[in-house]
């Protein structure tokens, strides 16, 4: 069975950092490409960023180029989100997601990420 | 950038009725267009990849139809399970994904 478990949402202060983890079991995650997609509440899916298997193409959406990154480490089957320099618009639940032929095929069970003082 | 525009926002059924929903593309898009289903607290589950091709699993009265700009998501007789939120994405310009909207479908 495909697992993806996230942790690390937390209540942080405007300015701040944090990294969410994605931990994938059930399938060979080395050769599939991942992505973050986060929903603020209330409001729809926005996708965040995406990495490929090798690490070698990675994108950002334009909201959070230049103070998130997305890494992955294989041996580990896990995906990682470091998010730096946090604004109250970056609330929300993050989802990662495996992506075959174009589609998020699986999720995990979303994480919140709450930015106030 | 890709704008993806979802209606209704909401719609409000009964059980057996037929839905229908749309999205549609800023461009030209292909069928590059998947539907997936979302309930409260839960995340997405994918239904529907290009344009048409439904998920093993996913039951046959959901469909998926349309290419180009103009897409629709058709359930064709409402089952209680169903009571949830819809989002298209469009993978055209892929990696970088953009989501509809969202339409809910409520209870009449």
């Known amino acids: 069975e495909v697992q993806l478990v996230q942790s690390g949402g937390d209540l942080v202060q405007p300015g701040g950092s944090l990294r969410l983890s994605c931990a994938a079991s059930?399938?060979?995650?080395?050769?599939?490409?991942m992505s973050w997609v986060r929903q603020a509440p209330g409001k729809g899916l926005e996708w965040v960023s995406y990495i490929d298997s090798t690490s070698s193409n990675i994108y950002y959406a334009d909201s959070v180029e230049g103070r998130f990154t997305i890494s992955r480490d294989n041996a580990k089957n896990s995906l990682y989100l470091q998010m730096s320099g946090l604004r109250a618009e970056d609330t929300a639940v993050y989802y990662c997601a495996s992506v075959s032929y174009r589609v998020s095929d699986y999720w995990g069970q979303g994480t919140l990420v709450t930015v106030s003082s | 950038d890709i704008q993806m525009t979802q209606s209704p926002s909401s719609v409000s059924a009964s059980v057996g009725d037929r839905v229908t929903i749309t999205c549609r593309a800023s461009?030209?898009?292909?069928?590059?267009l998947a539907w997936y289903q979302q309930k409260p607290g839960k995340a997405p589950k994918l239904l529907i990849t290009?344009?048409?091709s439904l998920k093993s699993g996913v039951p046959s009265r959901f469909s998926g139809s349309g290419s180009g700009t103009d897409f629709t998501l058709t359930i064709s007789s409402l089952q209680p399970e169903d009571f949830a939120t819809y989002h298209c994405?469009?993978?055209?310009?892929?990696?970088?994904?953009?989501f509809g909207g969202g339409t809910k479908v409520e209870f009449k």
């Open positions: 290009a344009a048409s």
């Open positions: 461009q030209d898009i292909s069928t590059w």
């Open positions: 994405q469009q993978s055209s310009s892929f990696p970088q994904f953009t």
């Open positions: 059930g399938f060979t995650f080395s050769i599939n490409s």
